[in-house]
T-cell receptor, first 117, second 114 residues
């Protein structure tokens, strides 16, 4: 079974430039997550989709970050304009349909490492 | 809001020695608890999880964890560490109605000396 695919693995940009990350979840996984992992910290949820609808984007800096999941499959996370503090690893994860009673296992991709100079 | 504390940033153990990584959580009701491992340049892999029932849970790679409600803890253990266990370990918490949202601790970096 193929895992969660992410690209690019590494990206270096200058501040105020834009960047986009792509994620393809495990086939059949309705729920998709983007996490931000800053060096020395645990991952922090940015946005959660179920199919192509947003479930939670409360911690997404909406003035500069945007994400979409067209057709309920793959997803793109965009940052525009980037700031120095956006330097982090952006992890995509997917899971089967979320049931409120019992959380499902999240499967993570290898991440996209962003360096903002 | 729920939170997770991993008090040890770095831990070094000798190969073959036992290991315990600490995790404390803050949440009013019974949480769902997880341990993930992250090797360099890799994504996170689930080691084990606790939802309910037996408070001692077994995971992959010979790891186990014990849920202690009275101490709000979910410590990860392994009786004999292998060099390949060197990685970063994250404790995470979720809860009923949380929509599968995980809150992670800051992680513990494990170094294994040969």
């Amino acid at each position: 079974e193929a895992g969660v695919a992410q690209s690019p693995r590494y990206k270096i940009i200058e501040k105020r430039q834009s960047v986009a990350f792509w994620c393809n979840p495990i086939s059949g996984h309705a729920t998709l997550y983007w996490y931000q992992q800053i060096l020395g910290q645990g991952p922090k949820l940015l946005i959660q989709f179920q199919n192509n609808g947003v479930v939670d984007d409360s911690q997404l800096p909406k003035d500069r970050f945007s994400a979409e999941r067209l057709k309920g499959v793959d997803s793109t996370l965009k940052i525009q304009p980037a700031k120095l503090e956006d330097s982090a690893v952006y992890l995509c994860a997917s899971s089967l349909v979320v049931r409120q009673a019992i959380p499902g296992e999240l499967f993570f991709g290898e991440g996209s490492r962003l360096t903002v100079l | 809001a729920q939170s997770v504390t991993q008090p040890d940033i770095h831990i070094t153990v000798s190969e073959g020695a036992s290991l315990e990584l600490r995790c404390n959580y803050s949440y009013g009701a019974t949480p769902y608890l997880f341990w993930y491992v992250q090797s360099p340049g890799q994504g996170l892999q689930l080691l084990l999880k606790y939802f309910s029932g037996d408070t001692l849970v077994q995971g992959i790679k010979g790891f186990e964890a014990e849920f202690k409600r009275s101490q709000s803890s979910f410590n990860l253990r392994k009786p004999s560490v292998h060099w390949s266990d060197a990685a970063e370990y994250f404790c995470a918490v979720s809860f009923t109605g949380g929509g599968n949202k995980l809150t992670f601790g800051t992680g513990t970096q494990l170094k294994v000396e040969l």
